[in-house]
């Protein structure tokens, strides 16, 4: 057999390796533009984008769902929505919660005119870059509007963001009214605590100066620019923000001096519940949350092993921060319910298969 002359070999080389890296760009590509640089606020669509899904086969596309819908056309919407969230490179704990079928979950709900209650516990001010869970959730309205043009699916979307520093909630309640065209959305100035904690009332609260911008990290006191995510600690313990102190002793810098205490109301979960979650039309009883997501700084263990088994808000699917407790004895317990599990790097994701 004749051997290919070595510059030919070459040739295939690297044009093997030019296609590969192209492949790889375009992946990456897709992921960064769905969970990095997905705008919240890109609503309403313009015609270009709306154009773009009309090569779906099969979905619906009218003023009203409620005017022209069958199984098929569910069943294809569903699917849609499903690949462009899940089949684009999406972040670990997306794929986890795609593969227990949360966006199928999601969008059915939504078009069978379903509510859908989505609670955030510790928002900071919300709707941050660093969130690719609140850009996922946002994705999912967009996709489901922009196939199915029923803008008022949105009234059925409930997002509750809970956030107990005041000054967070100042930036908070303003980014919810800066995007308040994506869904029903509320915010509740407390913070929540386990069920298990007696006549929860007033406690004390550490938090980080206002002075540093949540966005840019910048501090208008020393004129240095910290990382943006030191604005967002904060916790009812005092310890667990000085073991974030790095960025401000490198800047030479006194941790204590940025450290605001304040006393905040305090709920707990299952009062938190009662109050903010959005009953189906016609029922007195609210909806169990479909998917509740916690970042206390350290009290999520605390807050999640209070979830009874027998609580009537149960959420089918469940995001925790793990890093800063001890997650064996919150995961023995979420095992005790019927949820599985599966932890990343710094969350855990709990799904109930059977809620």
């Not at 519940?273 to 009953?279: A, D, E, R, T, W």
């Not at 916690?294 to 808000?313: H, M, N, Y």
């Not at 919150?330 to 949820?339: A, E, I, Q, R, V």
Request: glycine content about 6%; hydrophobic content about 35%; proline content about 6%.
């Amino acid at each position: 057999m004749e051997k290919l002359p070595s510059v030919v070999i070459k040739r295939r080389n690297i044009i093997f390796l030019a296609v590969v890296l192209l492949l790889c760009l375009y992946r990456l590509y897709q992921g960064l533009y769905l969970y990095s640089n997905f705008p919240v606020t890109k609503f309403p669509l313009n015609g270009s984008e709306r154009n773009n899904d009309k090569n779906v086969t099969g979905v619906v596309k009218v003023k009203k769902w409620d005017d022209d819908k069958d199984d098929a056309s569910i069943t294809a919407t569903i699917n849609a929505v499903h690949e462009f969230i899940c089949n684009s490179g999406p972040p670990k704990e997306w794929a986890y919660l795609c593969s227990g079928h949360f966006v199928k979950t999601a969008t059915r709900l939504l078009i069978e005119g379903e509510q859908v209650n989505v609670v955030q516990i510790g928002a900071h001010v919300g709707f941050e870059e660093n969130d690719p869970l609140a850009n996922g959730l946002s994705a999912i309205l967009h996709k489901v509007i922009n196939i199915t043009n029923a803008t008022e699916l949105r009234t059925h979307f409930h997002w509750t963001f809970v956030e107990p520093s005041p000054p967070n909630f100042k930036g908070l309640e303003a980014n919810i009214k800066k995007n308040a065209h994506i869904c029903d959305m509320k915010s509740i100035n407390v913070a929540v605590v386990s069920d298990l904690v007696e006549n929860p009332g007033e406690m004390v609260f550490y938090g980080i100066s206002d002075s540093i911008d949540p966005e840019t990290g910048f501090d208008s006191k020393s004129n240095k620019k910290l990382p943006h995510w030191v604005s967002q600690i904060s916790s009812l313990n005092k310890g667990q923000i000085l073991k974030h102190s790095r960025p401000f002793i490198n800047n030479g810098l006194d941790p204590n001096d940025y450290i605001v205490e304040t006393n905040v109301t305090t709920m707990s979960y299952s009062d938190l519940m009662k109050q903010v979650l959005v009953p189906t039309v016609g029922e007195s009883q609210a909806e169990k949350p479909l998917l509740v997501l916690i970042d206390t700084e350290g009290f999520d263990c605390s807050l999640v092993k209070g979830i009874s088994p027998e609580s009537p808000f149960l959420p089918k699917y469940l995001v925790f921060e793990h890093k800063h407790c001890n997650d064996a004895p919150t995961n023995k317990h979420l095992h005790g319910m019927g949820y599985n599990t599966s932890k990343f790097s710094e969350n855990t994701v709990a799904i109930h298969p059977d809620l």
